[in-house]
């Protein structure tokens, strides 16, 4: 039988009146919403992924309901023998699922939190081309490689390591003025380097990137001289005062940049060495500063898959699921077949909002693995996870499995010097494990999914990528060339063209060719597939302006299962400077929408699984 679905288009804040008695609708993955607007082919001030709250006409979605869905008040409950495994709870089970309910199909031991898993090999598999795939979101990635993704889950890679890996630095929170920001006491900020070297007029130039993503952009905000001024407001702001100034304006501390540094550590090689141009000093962390405002300010091509979450309305039903659509989205289906293919299958990564609430936290993906999947039949799942006779989400499914899984990133710092050519990248990787289950069909194709446990709420929110760097002759609105970046790039890269009073920042020993690869204009780095991939690396400097931000960086130390790294460098750049205005309490960022409390922030860890 063929089904014609009904469509409709809501804005992204707008509550989802339900069309059915679920309390949620379903998400067979050929019914998930997808992103409509047309706001997802490039970085722009209207990107539904841009690090500041976006118009929800420029995240709108379409919503395909799946008329084939039972009425789910009609479905009986039935006894749950284990509580412990009702979707609904908020702590996802420590041991195997398959210990109680279902056949175990693949399980690795979850590592304790001392292990070394360093040595984890990248595991790639090459299967055959699938037929064209309904959904959206797939069809970008097959349109975008040029090749079908595989949904078959026996075919799926369990464990995808990207190699070179992005490279960590900051996302320039808007607060701290962006590139302005005075990041090394004594040192002019990476902004006024910039406008000193290569003869522009330093006030001018920085008033221009305040204005254009830095605190005079936020004009329009409350008006504030303490951070008190601002504590009537749930949106996470500080007040954030320019140096030279009495007053400034409430800014939430989550804006920023990420949604260029992200993509900018992706296809761009990582800075390693200090290069002294026009008798100016650029630390490796000053060019990653520049290199994340010419692609804020560049034409950058993306595909965009997934729903952004613009805030509004949401609630949970009695079975833990979200009311909005682009709360629930991404689909579990799409996130595993994406990470598997991508990082598994092509050496390819992508970007993830890594919460699925109205912040975006921009994070560049470094690896995806499978821990845990037990097969289920409809009535044990149904059971187990609902208390229902009857599996209520998707009338195609056959069979389920239940999925655990863990997604790492690279996370924001100020450190500076070569971070991935050294290897102390680990240290500022991190990520989350997530929980949920796979809707099957009688071949083994995923066909959808739901997320379960403490997934319901924390998974990711949307994944992109960007298709190519800036051309080679972009200059931004604020005068900022791609060219004389990319010049201090190759040179930073190579460890030459320094004066003999500049000193290598990093490590000096990533690889030329890679590096005179990645600087290739128009070329996909962060793939073997189409393009290339990049070297990285991070870096940090000092500096100091009378015109620069006066609001110290924040250090955001990495998530919550593995040690703390520590280094005994004297230049780690890890604490946050001296300031002249309100400093963060502690070193840990936590997003204002997860509220206090809530160990968003990351704890920095070498065993990255």
Not at 393 to 422: C, H, P, Q
């Amino acid at each position: 039988m063929v089904y014609t679905p009904r469509s409709y288009l809501i804005p992204a804040a707008v509550a989802l009146v339900a069309l059915q008695v679920q309390q949620a609708t379903g998400t067979s993955l050929f019914y998930d919403p997808f992103t409509s607007a047309d706001t997802t082919d490039e970085i722009s001030s209207k990107f539904p992924a841009r690090g500041a709250k976006v118009a929800d006409k420029d995240c709108a979605i379409t919503v395909e309901v799946d008329p084939t869905l039972p009425d789910i008040a009609t479905i009986s409950t039935v006894t749950v023998t284990y509580s412990e495994l009702l979707a609904n709870s908020s702590t996802a089970p420590t041991e195997s699922v398959s210990t109680k309910v279902g056949t175990l199909i693949y399980s690795v031991d979850t590592p304790a939190t001392s292990a070394d898993q360093d040595a984890l090999q990248e595991k790639v598999e090459k299967k055959r081309r699938l037929e064209a795939n309904t959904n959206k979101d797939i069809a970008k990635l097959e349109a975008y490689f040029g090749t079908s993704m595989e949904v078959n889950l026996a075919k799926l890679p369990t464990v995808g390591v990207h190699t070179p890996s992005p490279w960590p630095g900051p996302y320039w929170p808007t607060y701290q003025d962006g590139i302005n920001v005075i990041w090394s006491p004594g040192e002019p900020s990476a902004a006024e380097k910039y406008a000193t070297a290569f003869g522009l007029d330093a006030t001018d130039f920085m008033d221009k990137v305040s204005k254009d993503n830095g605190i005079d952009s936020m004009s329009s905000h409350t008006v504030c001289s303490s951070d008190s001024d601002c504590s009537s407001l749930t949106d996470g702001s500080s007040c954030a005062i320019r140096t030279g100034k009495t007053s400034g304006y409430c800014i939430p501390t989550w804006y920023g940049i990420c949604h260029a540094w992200t993509p900018a550590a992706m296809l761009e090689a990582e800075p390693n060495c200090a290069v002294t141009y026009n008798g100016v000093t650029f630390q490796p962390l000053d060019i990653k500063a520049l290199l994340s405002d010419v692609y804020d300010g560049a034409t950058v091509s993306t595909v965009f898959t997934g729903t952004r979450y613009n805030g509004g309305a949401d609630s949970t039903d009695s079975y833990g699921r979200h009311s909005s659509d682009s709360y629930r989205d991404l689909n579990p289906a799409y996130f595993h077949i994406a990470s598997a293919n991508l990082l598994g299958k092509l050496n390819a990564t992508f970007i993830a909002d890594v919460t699925a609430g109205s912040e975006v936290w921009n994070q560049p993906v470094r690896g995806f693995k499978v821990y845990e999947q037990t097969n289920m039949t409809l009535s044990e799942a149904a059971s187990t996870f609902y208390g229902l006779e009857e599996y209520p989400w998707n009338a195609a499914a056959k069979s389920i499995v239940y999925v655990k899984s863990r997604l790492s990133w690279i996370f924001e710092t100020y450190t500076d010097g070569g971070l991935v050519s050294s290897g102390k990248v680990d240290s500022y990787t991190t990520g989350a494990y997530y929980t949920y289950i796979l809707e099957m069909d009688d071949d083994g194709n995923i066909i959808g999914g739901e997320w379960v446990y403490d997934s319901d709420d924390d998974h990711p929110d949307f994944i992109w990528f960007p298709k190519a760097k800036p051309a080679a002759d972009t200059v931004t609105s604020i005068g900022l060339s791609y060219a004389d970046v990319s010049m201090l790039l190759e040179k930073s890269v190579a460890c030459e063209g320094s004066s003999s009073g500049s000193t290598a920042a990093g490590s000096a020993q990533s690889s030329t060719s890679a590096s005179t690869a990645a600087l290739n204009t128009g070329s996909t780095a962060f793939s073997s597939q189409p393009g290339s991939a990049s070297t990285g690396s991070t870096a940090a400097s000092t500096t100091d302006s009378n015109n620069a931000a006066t609001v110290a960086p924040v250090t955001e130390a990495p998530a919550t299962e593995v040690p703390v790294a520590t280094e005994s460098t004297t230049n780690t750049g890890t604490a946050a400077p001296a300031t002249t205005t309100a400093t963060p309490s502690t070193n840990q960022w936590v997003p204002s929408s997860l509220g206090s409390g809530s160990g968003r922030g990351w704890l920095s860890f070498f065993h990255w699984w």
